[in-house]
Structure formats: structure tokens, C-alpha cells
């Protein structure tokens, strides 16, 4: 007699997960006046979003923006920088300049932003991350939800293999007077500390009034993109 044995059976249904977007979005920071003081003692100025051969990546962007978002069930602080990123096609020939449009975003800790939203005359404040990952935005794959899926997964992937993080500044911002006004003057990298190991803004710096670069550090509810 054959004997009938009960089986419980669970469903394992192919279920997909949400996407990541944002639930907060900061107002974009477009505009700004890149100044560098030259071996002749002279300042030159020109746009921000001015990028060609031979301008250093670090010395451009076209916006930059704040964006929060939940990471299993804790809020994530991110720095976004949209920027051109270039290559010669042929590089032993430097011929065939192309620019790529590129999105960079680092993860936050939340005591540097409270720091940059509550910065005054005379600080020098620093954001500084491991957790950073950009990409070509030319890229059919991109959308804001893929790319911040791909930061997560990257970065927690990082975790699991124990893997040496290695940290890099990528906005340092200085509240100052010039000219009778009150203005931030930011860099995207420190390579003055890197020299000397100080933490300077002097000789070459995006210059903007407080009035506009308080619109990218004082939270008002935006729509976020989906």
C-alpha cells in the first residue's frame, strides 16, 4: 500500500523589487564662476560648465544637487555633480576630443551636511565619502533609478567583501567676503591638502553669492524625479 505523505508547499513567486528613487530633491546649483590665479600673478575667469582639451575634469560641472533616499530602512544623504568627461580617440595622436556627459554621486555622512547647511563666515567645510560611483549618462541603461540601484549594489557589495574603501573629497566649500559681498568658493577635490596639508581655497575656485548656494543646502519639499 503506498503511503501518502503531506507536503507543505510555499509559493516563490517572481516578485520585482521598487526601483530607488528620490524622495527629496534639492533646487540644482547651474551657474558659477570658475577663478584661477595664474604663474603671472594674474586671475582668469570663465564658466563652469566650460570644458575642453586640456581643462581638468575636476574644474567643470554643469549642475549639482542634493537627493535623499531610504537604504534598507535608513535615510541616505547623496552629492550628485553632473559633469563633461573627456578622451581623445586617438590618445598617442591627442586627436578626436569627445566630450561625455557623466553623473557622479557619493554618499554622504549626515554630520558633514548638517556642517554645509548650517556653514559661516570664515568655515571651511569638507564632504568627504568611499561610497561614490559615476556614470556615462549616454549610456541606454541610464536612468536615475538604475544608477542609484547600481550605487547601492556596489556599495554594499563592497561591504560584504571587506573591501579597503578609499575616500575622497568631493566638495570643499569656504563662506567668505569678496568685493563687500558674501560668497561660497567651492572645489571638487582637495589637491591643496594633498601638497601642503592644509585645507586652502585660495588660487583656483568656483565663486558664487551665499544667497544661490543656499538654495542647494536649505531643504524645501521639491518634486523629486521619478
Known sequence: MAMMI???VFAQDRVNS????LNYKSKELKKATFWSKGLDGKWESRKNNLYDDGIDIRDNFISLYF??????????????KTYWKGKYRYPHRRTDWTNYKTIKAAIIPINQYDSLQNIQQGDIIE??????????MGNPAYSESFFLNLLFV???????????????????????????????????DNILKQINGKTEVN?????????EFSK???EKPTSAKK
Request: proline fraction near 3%; aromatic fraction near 12%; glycine fraction near 2%.
Open 6 to 8: 503531506p507536503v507543505m
Open 18 to 21: 521598487d526601483g530607488y528613487t
Open 216 to 218: 542647494l543646502i536649505v
Open 154 to 188: 556596489l556599495t554594499d557589495s563592497d561591504k560584504i567583501l571587506h573591501k579597503k574603501k578609499i575616500e575622497e573629497t568631493v566638495l570643499v566649500a569656504k563662506r567668505t567676503i569678496s568685493e563687500n559681498k558674501d560668497v561660497v568658493r567651492f572645489m571638487f
Open 67 to 80: 537627493g535623499k533616499t531610504i537604504h534598507e530602512n535608513e535615510e541616505k544623504i547623496i552629492f550628485f
Open 203 to 211: 588660487n583656483f575656485y568656483f565663486e558664487i553669492p551665499y544667497t
Open 127 to 136: 564632504l568627504i565619502s568611499s561610497e561614490i560611483h559615476e556614470m556615462f
